[in-house]
């Protein structure tokens, strides 16, 4: 393109001749309407409102720069969406900042109506991220983070490790209705589930007289197979429960402390033991392997403190401690062997008349 030539010249204090500066103005607008010239400013400085229509070029090589002075009042939107990108793999900005004053620290949004987005309150302390179903993250590490709140599933695929500088800090899952449901408690190295605060290494405390805490699974092919081992100091297996609800240990003891008992009083061993039912059964889940024992909604009328109750509707069956068997059993036979002595006396009073 041919260059058009406009020269005029100010010296400084001069007074333009308004003429030749028209004729000038003239001349460079003629030379540029017609889209076949070419304007070549070395340095350009316009001062006030500058407005520049149609299509627009700042910088014709990746060279030039281009340097903001003033402040942008208005949106900056691209001409198409989803297909500029703001940075580069290579020349990456440094940061972003926003902050939309008391009401909140700003928004990055993801979609036109903004519904979803990621934003941070006014003091720059929480983030919030809304209509976001799924949150992916392939490897992360977070230091310095005091809460976290949130709703809705949460999926995690791979390992996780909480408290990994081993910090006196706890872990929590609250429940729907039920606080505490499972406590890990830092400062004692205790866990607990519906306890704040579990005094014991598995501490478990029941709500109400109908939770319990259950230990279950299938059995396979009707065999004893262990669901609870116990061990010694050395490992060493010393007892179990298995599927059948058989306890098996070497010892079982029962809290009998004399400061722990009051109100004592004497009893007849004998008749108690004589109105108890004793039967030989099978179980309905082991048909055709006997079995010798009592019925517990007999014993109820009988010997109540044996007794536990059922709950059917928690599956929980009729049952009795037998070991509170044992001391009427030894009160029997005491009275027995009193009742034998008194007969071998009189045998021998009679023997030797």
Request: net charge negative; glycine share 10%.
């Amino acid at each position: 393109m041919a260059s058009i030539s406009v020269t005029y010249t100010f010296t400084n204090g001069s007074v333009a001749d308004a003429t030749q500066v028209s004729q000038n103005f003239t001349d460079l607008v003629n030379g540029l309407s017609d889209a076949t010239k070419d304007l070549s400013i070395g340095t350009l400085i316009v001062a006030g409102t500058t407005a520049l229509n149609g299509n627009t070029t700042l910088g014709n090589a990746t060279g030039d720069t281009i340097t903001y002075t003033g402040r942008v009042a208005s949106n900056v939107d691209p001409s198409a969406a989803a297909t500029y990108l703001l940075g580069s793999a290579t020349l990456p900005w440094l940061g972003l900042h926003v902050n939309n004053g008391a009401t909140d620290g700003g928004a990055i949004y993801f979609d036109g109506s903004a519904t979803k987005f990621i934003k941070a309150n006014a003091a720059g302390t929480q983030l919030e991220m809304s209509g976001l179903t799924t949150l992916l993250l392939s490897s992360m590490t977070l230091t310095g983070l005091t809460g976290y709140t949130g709703t809705g599933t949460m999926s995690h695929d791979g390992g996780a490790v909480f408290n990994e500088s081993g910090a006196d800090v706890d872990f929590r899952i609250e429940g729907d209705t039920v606080s505490n449901v499972f406590v890990v408690d830092a400062s004692t190295d205790n866990i607990g589930f519906f306890v704040s605060a579990p005094n014991n290494k598995v501490h478990f405390q029941a709500q109400s007289s109908t939770e319990y805490f259950q230990i279950g699974g299938s059995e396979v092919d009707n065999a004893m197979h262990a669901l609870l081992i116990i061990t010694d100091g050395q490992g060493n297996p010393c007892g179990s429960l298995d599927y059948n609800g058989n306890l098996n240990t070497s010892q079982l003891t029962t809290s009998s402390d004399r400061d722990m008992k009051t109100n004592f009083s004497d009893y007849n061993g004998l008749d108690l033991i004589k109105k108890m039912e004793s039967k030989q059964f099978e179980f309905k889940s082991s048909l055709g392997v006997k079995h010798i024992g009592c019925i517990a909604q007999q014993m109820m009328d009988v010997f109540p403190q044996v007794v536990r109750r059922g709950i059917p509707d928690k599956k929980i069956p009729w049952g009795i401690g037998y070991a509170g068997l044992t001391p009427p059993l030894i009160k029997a036979v005491q009275e027995l062997s009193d009742i034998l002595d008194n007969i071998s006396n009189r045998i021998e009073k009679l023997e030797s008349n």
